[in-house]
């Protein structure tokens, strides 16, 4: 290319590129074939593609995203072999959830497992670590299921597509506000209910002896007011 002749001036290479007009419906052409192909291929690949995907899932949408996309606007590459690959892919995918079916450690090393975040109303905070998940996010993701404090919590895990499945403590505890700090008014009414009991204000840890100075379950030292939040309020 010889790039003394590329002028900034130059709008229709900008806009178009130096493909001829023309190719623009040719563009059109590639695409309407490529996208009902990739429909068909999304199709048989299964409904999860549609939904939360796992890891192993993630990959092949993104590998669909780099194929289709040269046979689309590339006027030297052929629609056929874009066609091809997306078949491959498929393939692959294929026989590898057939794989990951026959063989439970290959699922593991592919998909991850599923993680414990909250144990008996206390965070396991090593664990948010790992996956990567903070306090604030935890607490939005029970809140949305009307959990306000983590007493109510038996377990929450983290499944391998990322959802989170929580099973609510049978007989609540008192234990660690997850109120958003700003909320004051809704915090006054959370405080109405407050027991004696203290927990601790990193992990949600429920003191056990007024001789605990330091967090058997994180090693934190800082403690607040449990709540015990009426099941009906
Ligand atoms: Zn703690």
Known sequence: MD???EKLSDWKRILIGNAPTEFLIEVLIRSIFIYAFLLVIVRILGKRMSGQLTITEMAVMLTLGAII???????DRGILIGMMLLLFVLGFQRGFSL????NRKIEQLALGNVTMLVKEGELQLSAM???NISREQL???LRTVE???LGKVK???????GDFSIYRQ????PGLSILPDGDSNLLQLQKAYAGEQQVCSRCGHLQSSIAEIVCSNCGDDHWEKAISEQENN
């Open 170 to 173: 049978p007989d609540p505890k």
């Open 139 to 141: 607490f939005a993701v």
């Open 99 to 102: 794989l990951t079916l026959k």
């Open 69 to 75: 996309s040269p046979p689309m606007q590339s006027p």
């Open 129 to 131: 670590l790992y996956v």
């Open 3 to 5: 790039l003394q002749s």
């Open 155 to 161: 377990r929450v895990y983290q499944e391998t597509n």
């Open 147 to 149: 959990i306000y404090q």
